[in-house]
């Protein structure tokens, strides 16, 4: 196992492209792989996790063919794909186990779905209970977790359906179910989630409709093949946003450029949030990729400053959070969040952990249940040094990274092989910008 560690101080400048959006690249492989023809992904991100959803589908019998640029894609068709003959092993992906636990549930044959220690510690209840409704047979572990068991067979019927909470992954499962259901599948959304799968699905042919929270498709449809540009994702991004907003201004230093970065309106939260924080961040180049707003986002360094953060917050930057409490640890004043227990249910307890760390390198913070308070020290060194516990959560290891800019003393981060699953070249990308940071075996 990996640990990183990060030497005080350094800067981040330049030009740098992060990585393709995990959400993008997940949904490119499942569409184009149960789509009539050829499709050719461009952007694709080949992180632990996006791999996982492709090697599902490969035992499936699709065929996927890299060339020099792209991801080549030869269609099954809606009811082409095959029994793979073995679990399906998902890694750490809640994504692939989330959306194919829909998918597999329209399909002929049994499947079972498995992953990690980690992804087997999820709860899968919320996918569980609509597909049930359904008319789809799924036994899972204890607690619904995985590994789930699907049979094969069963004849779906639409639902009218309301999760519990917003979410991109509850109602994108309800909706790839509802292709194979019989009659008008409805999802009505209790809050704004990702829009990434119907943008998807109706650039691969799918008419659905929406009627203010209400998302309806109707069964039966086929999805025909399309080549998707996926941007770079945002959420990679959102490390780098911080980092080059909390480093120390020098003279003559060039600003941070992030190219081609996915700027849905459902995803930006983060970059909202700064910019209430007082961020000095600029989009440039705004442009569309196969359907999805992409723009170039240039950051220099500010002082920054607390805000209170909830509800509508949330549910737009739910995976960035970790980053945000970096940026909150250097801001004057007191930034404080609610609303948002889902962080509990992540990888890891990410209130929890980002609390532990926080304080762990000397920052004021108190915990809630549904949020945390954090007292920023905005002087040059927010941070001491000290050992975090990543608790294999790739995005506890990168933000705490970014933490380093403004430490007095080193930081090492635990448990760090996991930032492969959305980030593979993170430390080669954080170092080129600036930042002090190497990979070593831990104990070494």
Known sequence: MRCFHVQPGGTLGGTLQVPGDKSVSHRAIMFSAIADGR????????????????????????????????????GVGRDGLAPPGMPLDLGNSG??????????????????????ASLSRRPMGRVIDPL???????????????????????????????????????????????????????????GVSRDHTERMLGAFG???????????????????????????????AA????????????????????????????????????????????????REQAGEPVADIVVRPASLRGVDIGGRDVELAIDEFPAIFIAAACAQGTTRLTDAAELRVKESDRIAVMADGLAALGVEVSVQPDGLTITGRPEPHSF????????EDHRIAMAFAMAGLRAS?????????YVDTSFPGFVAKAGAAGLVIDAREQGA
């Open 206 to 236: 799918v008419a659905l409709s929406r009627d203010g929270a209400a998302l309806s498709l109707a069964g039966g449809q086929s999805l025909r093949a399309f080549d998707v540009a996926v941007p770079a994702d945002l959420s990679s």
């Open 409 to 417: 003393a080193p930081i090492e981060i635990d448990d760090c092989d």
């Open 132 to 190: 049930t409704a359904m008319g789809a047979h799924i036994a899972g572990s204890e607690g619904q977790r995985a590994p789930l068991r699907i049979t094969g067979g069963r004849s779906l019927q639409a639902i009218e359906y309301t999760p519990p909470v917003a979410s991109a992954q509850i109602k994108s499962c309800v909706l790839l179910a509802g292709l194979y259901a019989k009659g008008v599948t409805t999802v009505h959304e209790p």
């Open 95 to 116: 994504t692939s186990m989330r959306l194919l636990s829909g998918l597999m549930a329209g399909q002929a044959f049994d499947s079972v779905l498995t992953g990690d």
């Open 384 to 391: 001491t040094g000290g050992q975090i516990h990543s608790h």
């Open 239 to 286: 490390f780098f946003l911080v980092g080059a907003s909390i480093a120390q201004p020098r003279d003559g230093a060039e600003p941070l450029t992030l190219t081609g970065v996915g700027i849905n309106p459902t995803r930006r939260g983060v970059i909202d949030i700064l910019d209430r924080m007082g961020a000095d961040i600029a989009l440039t180049n705004t």
């Open 39 to 74: 499709s050719r992904i461009t952007g694709f991100l080949e992180s632990a996790d996006c791999l996982a959803t492709l090697r599902a589908f490969e035992a499936m019998g699709v065929s996927f063919v890299r060339d020099a640029e792209s991801l080549v894609v030869d």
